[in-house]
């Protein structure tokens, strides 16, 4: 079964950083889609954080984000590297994808995702 597996979370300080890794795995020929980010804080919707392109190329969805998270990915892996955290930024955080290779200008219908890895910004 394909899935897709992140790892990485957990407690972080105010003003510290974490980074998350999301895989491929039970056949998943990862590399050949986009990969987005998304969190899901308690009480609030899911939202949609960043995506990053079979070829690489990032597109930031979120205004909160900007400046503090960046995404990355090689053969094996999408990262996703977070800076700056606030008590704000805890949420259970998911990757996905639509199996396209490329990402759309927002985000949209994900066909597979993560379980998700929680992260926790507390002092």
């Known amino acids: 079964q394909v899935q897709l597996v992140e790892s990485g979370g957990g407690l972080v300080q105010p003003g510290g950083s974490l980074r998350l890794s999301c895989a491929g795995a039970?056949?998943?020929?990862?590399?050949?889609?986009?990969i987005s980010w998304f969190r899901q804080a308690p009480g609030k919707e899911r939202e949609g954080l960043l995506c990053i392109s079979m070829n690489g190329d990032g597109t930031t969805y979120a205004d909160s984000v900007k400046g503090r998270f960046t995404i990355s990915r090689d053969e094996t892996k999408v990262s996703l590297q977070m800076n700056s955290l606030t008590p704000e930024d805890t949420a259970t955080y998911y990757c996905a994808t639509d199996m396209l290779d490329y990402c759309s200008d927002v985000p949209g219908p994900m066909d597979l995702w993560g379980k998700g890895t929680l992260v926790t910004v507390s002092s």
């Open positions: 039970g056949g998943l020929i990862f590399e050949y889609y986009a």
